[in-house]
Each structure stands twice: as C-alpha cells, then as structure tokens.
C-alpha cells in the first residue's frame, strides 16, 4: 500500500497526558499537512510542510500542539496536556512537486478521545 | 475565517437519481477539489479543478470550476448506494480550507 499512513488509528487519553501522532506520507511527496475535524464539520487546517520546512501554521495550533518533519518524510503532530476540547480526527494529507501539487491525499486519520 | 458554504447540507435520493450539489465563496480560489468521506475515515479526493470554466469527469461525477472562481459544482449521474458519503470541496494552494460538506443518503 503506497498511500498516506497514520498511527495510530485510535487513541484514548486522560485530560493532562501527553499524546503523539505519526504520519507517513506518499512517499514521493513533498508536502505533508495536519487537519483537525470534528463530528460533523470538515477539516481545518493545522500546519503544512514542504520537505522540512513548516510554512504554514493556523491559529488553532496552540502552544501546545507542536509538528515537526525532522527529515522531510514522515511527520509527528505532539499535543501537550491534552484538554476534552481536543478530542477530534486528526487528518494528514500529502501532496507532491509540479503541477498536480495541490491535490491532497488523506490517510485514515487518528481518533483522539481525551477523557 | 474563510468559509466554504456547501448547499444544499443533506440529501435524502433514489437509487438512479442525478444529484447535484455546489459550493460557493467569497474569495476567489485558484484550486478547486472535491472529496468524498465515508465515517471514520479520511477524505477521498475525486475532482481536481484548476481553471474558471473547467469541467471536468471522472466516471459519474462530473465537476466545475464557476466563471467568478467563487464557485464549483458537483454532480453524479444515476446514484448507486455506495455513493452515500459526505461530499466536501476544499481549496488548496495558497489557502487551505474545506467546505461545510453536504451528507448524501441513497435510497435503494
């Protein structure tokens, strides 16, 4: 399967842990991106790479939520003392270099419960 | 923020029925995309439009980019029950943001 992986698939917390998140995306691609989706609405976006580089961060990225993409391939998205409020999806998408750069592909996303 | 508004928000067919459904902005896009979702799981791209005016197919399903760049439209000709899902276009380029998805139940 060469599509965009993540892990895990589910995640049950407790309010004040620490909680991280791995994607792997297509492996020819060049830019990855977090979302968050909660029932009912679409994705909003988190943050986005290009190789190693992180471009772009939304406002809903708080201090503490961090991302990093160390070696321009696989990405972590780390949230520190999770809050109930950040029970959600997390989605990561991929997209690769020229002219189709902007077509995103999703992985299966991580559902986080924080109890 | 930016918000994509879809219309209409559910969709309640028959098994063979056209659908159409739209999405329209106040800002002007260079990207089009449409997804399909199904529960628990990531958004499925299945149109990529990049030119006002564009119309583009891919199988049933047939999208278009509008002439202002605020908007595109979605249709799927002669409806089948795996088509239920949650339909959501979605801008990527400069910006990145996604519709408020219009949920489409098939009746067999």
């Known amino acids: 399967d060469t599509g965009v992986s993540q892990d895990p698939r589910h995640k049950i917390t407790k309010r004040g842990q620490n909680v991280t998140f791995r994607c792997d995306p297509i492996s020819e691609h060049n830019r990855l991106y977090w979302y968050r989706q909660t029932l009912g609405q679409g994705p909003e976006f988190l943050t986005y790479?290009?190789?190693?580089?992180?471009?772009?961060k939304s406002r809903l990225l708080s201090d503490r939520f961090s991302a990093e993409r160390p070696k321009g391939s696989f990405s972590t998205l780390e949230i520190q003392r999770t809050e109930q409020g950040d029970s959600a999806m997390y989605l990561c998408?991929?997209?690769?270099?020229?002219?189709?750069?902007?077509?995103?592909?999703f992985g299966p996303g991580t559902r986080l419960t924080v109890t | 923020g930016q918000q994509l508004n879809q219309s209409p928000q559910s969709m309640f067919i028959q098994e063979g029925e056209d659908v159409s459904m739209n999405c329209t902005s106040s800002s002007i896009f260079n990207t089009w995309l449409w997804y399909k979702q199904d529960p628990g799981e990531g958004p499925v791209l299945l149109i990529a439009?990049?030119?006002?005016?564009e119309l583009t197919s891919n199988g049933r399903l047939t999208a278009q980019f509008g002439i202002t760049r605020k908007d595109s439209f979605l249709n799927i000709s002669a409806s089948i029950p795996s088509d239920v899902g949650i339909y959501f276009c979605a801008e990527s380029g400069n910006q990145f943001y996604f519709g408020t998805g219009t949920s489409l139940t098939v009746i067999p």
């Open positions: 998408a991929s997209s690769g270099p020229g002219v189709d750069g902007y077509e995103q592909y």
């Open positions: 439009l990049y030119k006002a005016g």
């Open positions: 790479f290009q190789n190693e580089a992180q471009l772009e």
